[in-house]
């Protein structure tokens, strides 16, 4: 669902909702000349008007890649296998990925002989999964005899099958090459899935989606594959494909999965002992000084007394507390406090 709305002067805006069409325009503005292929990467924030619940956001954060001026299928193969690594070395286990060919599903789909609408609404219905309502569909419409072999169509899941029922040899032999390039790049254990459709009317050939199964209804967290919108934009026809993956999503399945996400550390929490602006002055010289060094550091200026900063100091999970303390300083040293063992020293500053 498209975020829409009117602005204060009454006009009709509305909030982007994927990032392919915006790249996809820049591309046609900026790079329409540059040598091919050009390969392009993004990471921003969309919108859709969903109802919020986990996994489905009204604001979320998409990344993804872009192809433009190559299809062969090896180049399709590494865009598929990009997307695979990414969430692969990201830390996710468990991944299902699933591979199909939108024209080669479109072409079984016109020899049913259906109207534009008719189809537009069993592509929904594919796309969801929702089987009892495309057998409904379609009821009247085509015979059983045609109805069964649809369904079958869209339960192969291997080129064997595939092959004995697609007469188009020249994109069934280009799917064949794009799978075995799959594995080349070392990218296994994936399935051939004549159910993918993708949500949007500008995919064609090559789709492809990442599940993740332990998200339930929302799994999918990566989908791409070719598409055409260069052309519909007023663009030089060129050949484009992509994909994106659900930031958010990869976020949760890691989470559900238990990964260990890294706490924020810094190396030294900077606890001013006094009120005296001497004492104050120095910690913050100390500060500025250690982060000249690549130090990460945090400085207490709260002016709350010391129990209370080293009680913060705890709940935050800081390993070190440095306290710069007036007698200290007068010494030329400050106190370091390992928050785990309870071990203190003394060090020199001389600086």
Known sequence: EIYSFKDKSGRDLALRPELTAPVIRMYIEKLQMHPKPIKLFYFGNCFRYDRPQKGRYREFTQVGCELIGCDTPESLAELVSLAWNCLRRSGLRGMKLRIGNLDLLNHFIESLGLDPSTKKSMMRFIDKKEYAALEDLLRGKISEEKLSD??????????????????????????????????????????????????????????????????????????????????????????????????????????????????????????????????????????????????KIDIDLTNRSLKKSMKYADSMGFEKVMIVGEKDLEEGKVTVRDMKTGEQRRIEIDF
């Open 150 to 295: 649809l369904i079958r169509f869209l339960q192969i899941n291997n080129l064997e099958e595939l092959k004995k029922v697609c007469k188009e040899e020249e994109e069934i032999d280009r799917f064949q090459k794009t799978v075995d390039y799959l594995e080349v790049f070392g990218v296994d254990g994936f399935e051939i899935s004549m159910e993918i459709v993708r949500g949007l009317d500008y995919y064609k050939g090559l789709v492809f989606e990442i599940e993740s199964p332990r998200l339930g209804a929302e799994r999918q967290i990566c989908g791409g594959g070719e598409y055409e919108l260069v052309s519909i934009f007023g663009g030089r026809e060129v050949s484009t494909a992509g994909f994106a993956i659900g930031f958010d999503r990869l976020i949760l399945a890691l989470e559900e999965e238990g990964y260990p996400f890294p706490k924020e550390r810094i190396d030294f929490y900077i606890i001013p002992a006094s009120k005296k602006d001497s004492v104050i002055k120095k910690s913050i010289e100390i500060a500025n000084h250690l982060r000249e060094q690549g130090k």
